[in-house]
């Protein structure tokens, strides 16, 4: 069975800096990888999808990489501002039924 | 605009009190599923639908149903709801075409079962 990890748990960082969060997945056979933000209250808004063949995705501030063979993934953010802070989730696609598996998320904090 | 739209926000309900969650999606996706979101475990797949007439569950089914009657609803169905079923639901929609599996989110349903 499909296990997604994330460290760390929470984070704070003044506002400007570079940062990298990490996900780690135990079955590398996926479809695909998703990552999520997730604002207090509110749904999931996707951000970033990596394809199984792919090894990373970019979308302004934010580059996701993948290595399937280690079972990683990690989302860059560069130059963090405050409107960042969030929860961001990672989510890995795999099994026939194309099944979803969270991890815990990362709460992201950015200080002004 | 593309969205899933999820209904009520918020339900406080009591014991054994059926109800059921809306979950309508506006863009042809064959994909949608129900989650359950609870502080320290995370999210957890309730139940999904790969297309019309087509369930399967999910991580955590017991004590909840649902339906695929047509393309873009999925409600969810507690029959008899337990204070163990508190919790904060999403349900989703995606396309099942492998390039392109984005999944979207609804604005979730927060639940109290008194």
């Known amino acids: 069975k499909q296990e997604v990890t994330q460290i760390p748990a929470a984070l704070s960082v003044p506002e400007g800096e570079n940062l990298v969060l990490n996900c780690s997945f135990t079955d590398s056979a996926i479809y695909n990888l998703q990552w999520f933000r997730q604002d207090p209250g509110k749904g999931l808004t996707s951000l970033l999808l990596?394809?199984?063949?792919?090894r990373e995705q970019t979308s302004g501030r934010l580059n996701a990489s993948l290595d399937k063979s280690s079972g990683r993934s990690t989302l860059y953010i560069a130059a963090s501002q405050p409107g960042d802070s969030a929860t961001y989730l990672c989510?890995?696609?795999?099994?026939?039924?194309?099944?979803?598996?969270f991890g815990s998320g990362t709460q992201l904090t950015v200080l002004p | 605009e593309a969205q899933v739209t999820q209904n009520p926000r918020y339900l406080i309900t009591v014991t054994g009190k059926k109800l059921t969650v809306t979950c309508s999606q506006n863009m042809n996706h064959e994909y949608m599923s129900w989650y359950r979101q609870d502080p320290g475990l995370g999210l957890r797949q309730i139940y999904y639908s790969m297309n019309v007439e087509v369930t399967d569950k999910g991580d955590v089914p017991e004590g909840y149903k649902v339906s695929r009657k047509e393309k873009r609803n999925f409600p969810l169905i507690l029959e008899s709801p337990s204070p163990n079923q508190t919790s904060l639901y999403f349900c989703?929609?995606?396309?099942?075409?492998?390039?392109?599996?984005?999944?979207?989110f609804g604005s979730g349903t927060q639940l109290s079962v008194l």
């Open positions: 989703a929609s995606g396309s099942l075409d492998r390039f392109n599996e984005k999944l979207f």
């Open positions: 989510a890995a696609i795999s099994g026939s039924a194309r099944q979803l598996t």
């Open positions: 990596i394809q199984s063949s792919q």
